[in-house]
């Protein structure tokens, strides 16, 4: 058999496990080899490089963790953006993966080769800025893993030049100084709008106002401090950790995955629990900012001393962050006109107000580019095969592309990467064509249109590559207690190793 040669494009979390999995599915028989290229200096990605003060991830290290490589017992749970670097950099010593990768290339374009006059398909054209030579790498693959957080979203604002201070997107936000003493007005509401708008009262600031346009969904990352009948509960435990895979994915009948009954349960059981402890289905103690019925996603009780606790610090604390509806434009004084929302709450409440900020953060997201893509490669938004691959051209992937809901994307890399390498090995011998049922619901207005179940998408692309075990199987291979694991924890992608082609010795 012919042997593979891949160009891996990143230096994230996704390019180092698609590189390590490619690498170690080399076999003599059919040598793979794998060369990643980063065009920063040092790997980290967006957790390096574009991080913030005091940043961790909303993902738990058990969640995140790959399947071979775990975070230490005594780390916390939710770890520092630093930590997560501290750990990807462990992972490339671990595997001994830098001997496969150039920092400090930058990759300028992929193109097409002439099979009748080349060996390889792809030709990955690169600038090495240390010896600043334009040099090229020919290859029979390509996995793109250059992920969602590169090219900032800044919607137009009309206007927005006659702010009197600074105006910048959040992939330039690094610390509190930033904010301190000014009046803040972040766009956006997403859970880096989120941080900033916290960091933000931290910071002194003078004034927090938080602009969006069709509401959010506030949740902890860990399922503590909560008052039930009076008794404080603070268990600490990490929120991601608590969907079981029984019925949600070890077993679901066909008809129920399409019917998606299985979430309208979940959804309906979590909306009615939200209410009981804190009053309102929102989400978590949110009285504002309630998502509209189209983005639902998956489909006040205080006098009986129900209630969700605030750390102390925080409680007592006599700042506050405004909302209001998106800026229609700024005039010429440098005052922000809001969007007219009657409906809303907050716009009626701030409509009269003179707000002129002097420092104004987009928290606006990413778009996906990829100018050195040549224009006859699909993009990530035109994969139509579990969102990695477009079937026309299976050699070229799309690793870390999804978003999931409650989820990682680092585990989703590693499990699309082993999708992706038990492909070329031919251990799927033809393209899944059962249908997706791990796509969440949007509008065909809204930007992402890639957000999937973290749950739902692992074990589907599990079961195409073999790696989702049946119960019986399962028994028998691990016994009782793995079964139990298996059936009752969350989708970790360590329990997609324990058959199939990737399964751990």
Not at 4 to 12: H, K, L, M, Q, S
Not at 244 to 253: D, G, K, Q, R, S
Not at 378 to 397: E, F, G, L, M, W
Not at 419 to 437: D, I, K, Q, V
Request: net charge neutral.
């Amino acid at each position: 058999m012919a042997d593979i040669r891949v160009a891996v494009i990143g230096g994230g979390p996704g390019g180092l496990v698609t590189l390590k999995t490619l690498l170690e599915a080399s076999t003599p028989e059919r040598r793979v080899e794998a060369c990643l290229f980063e065009s920063e200096e040092d790997i980290g990605g967006t957790f390096k490089y574009r991080s913030y003060e005091n940043a961790e991830l909303v993902s738990s290290k058990q969640l995140t963790a790959f399947s071979d490589h775990r975070f230490s017992l005594n780390s916390p749970d939710h770890i520092s953006l630093p930590q997560y670097v501290d750990y990807l950099t462990s992972y490339v010593d671990h595997f001994n993966l830098a001997p496969n990768i150039k920092l400090r290339c930058c990759v300028s374009s992929i193109e097409p080769l002439d099979l009748a006059e080349h060996k390889w398909k792809h030709r990955v054209k690169y600038l090495d800025t240390a010896s600043d030579q334009e040099l090229w790498f020919d290859c029979s693959h390509v996995a793109i893993c250059t992920g969602l957080h590169v090219e900032p979203n800044i919607p137009d604002i009309k206007g927005i030049e006659n702010v009197k201070g600074d105006v910048f997107h959040s992939s330039h936000y690094k610390a509190r100084s930033q904010l301190a003493g000014r009046d803040v007005i972040i766009l956006g509401c997403g859970e880096t709008a989120m941080d900033i708008a916290y960091e933000s009262i931290k910071a002194e600031a003078k004034s927090v106002t938080m602009c969006y346009r069709t509401g959010f969904l506030s949740f902890p990352k860990a399922l503590s401090r909560f008052q039930v009948f009076g008794k404080e509960f603070k268990g600490g435990l990490p929120i991601d950790g608590l969907i079981t895979n029984l019925f949600e994915t070890a077993y679901v009948h066909r008809a129920i995955a399409k019917s998606r009954l299985r979430w309208f349960v979940s959804d309906f059981v979590i909306k009615r629990v939200l209410w009981f402890l804190t009053g309102t289905q929102a989400g978590m103690n949110q009285h504002v900012g309630g998502l509209p019925p189209e983005r639902l996603g998956r489909a006040f009780l205080d006098f009986i001393g129900n209630k969700y606790v605030d750390p102390p610090e925080d409680a007592n604390s006599d700042k506050w962050v405004d909302t209001s509806t998106f800026p229609f434009c700024v005039d010429s004084t440098g005052t922000v006109i809001f969007e007219s929302r009657p409906e809303r709450k907050d716009w009626q409440r701030m409509k009269n107000k003179s707000l002129r900020p002097n420092c104004v953060i987009f928290c606006t997201g990413y778009r996906q580019a990829f100018k050195w893509l040549h224009p006859s490669y699909p993009t990530a938004d035109q994969t139509n095969v579990r969102n990695i691959i477009h079937s026309s051209y299976p050699d070229i992937a799309f690793i870390g592309f999804v978003r999931p809901g409650v989820g990682a994307i680092p585990p989703i890399a590693e499990q699309q990467a082993m999708w992706w390498t038990a492909l070329l090995l031919g251990h799927m011998p033809s393209l899944p064509t059962s249908p997706p049922h791990y796509h969440l619901l949007a509008t065909s207005s809204s930007r992402i249109q890639y957000g999937v179940d973290h749950s739902a998408y692992m074990s589907t692309l599990a079961r195409d590559f073999g790696g989702a075990p049946g119960l019986l199987q399962l028994w028998r291979a691990h016994g009782w207690e793995v079964l139990l694991v298996y059936c009752f924890g969350a989708s970790f992608v360590t329990l997609y190793r324990l058959v199939g082609p990737f399964a751990s010795p």
